[in-house]
Nanobody
């Protein structure tokens, strides 16, 4: 079973930037759908970005499009989320997720938490106004 270990996050002022990392540990060398989700108390995890490790269309939720960048480093097996122009509305717990063999590189794909069975431990991002 793949393991996901997250790092990064923390507190920042509005307008600032943060980078989240998510290291994938597995030995199958399969391709994965990788995604970032954000959760706030009392609400469902919302998919904000996704990428297929072998390429294809990248998804961004409209709330982060143009400000966040998801990327995958195949050498280090690490997923990143570069977040810029942060606002208090970006506050929440961020989770990375991975699903082996699930091709999410199509243009009409939007990640749902139901699509993923492997999750990172979560990291808090707090944006102060």
């Amino acid at each position: 079973r793949p393991q996901l270990v997250q790092s990064g996050g923390g507190s920042v002022q509005a307008g600032g930037s943060l980078r989240l990392s998510c290291a994938l540990f597995e030995d199958s060398h399969r391709n994965y759908c990788m995604a970032w989700f954000r959760q706030v108390p009392g609400k469902e995890r919302k998919g904000i970005a996704s990428i297929f490790t072998a390429g294809g269309t990248i998804f961004y939720h409209e709330s982060v499009s143009g400000r966040f960048t998801i990327s995958w480093n195949s050498t280090s097996n690490t997923l990143y989320l570069q977040m810029t122009s942060l606002s208090p509305e970006d506050t929440g717990t961020y989770y990375c997720a991975a699903e082996p063999g699930y091709y999410c590189g199509v243009s009409n794909y939007a990640p749902s938490y139901l699509d993923f069975h492997n999750w990172g431990q979560g990291t808090q991002v707090t944006v102060a106004s």
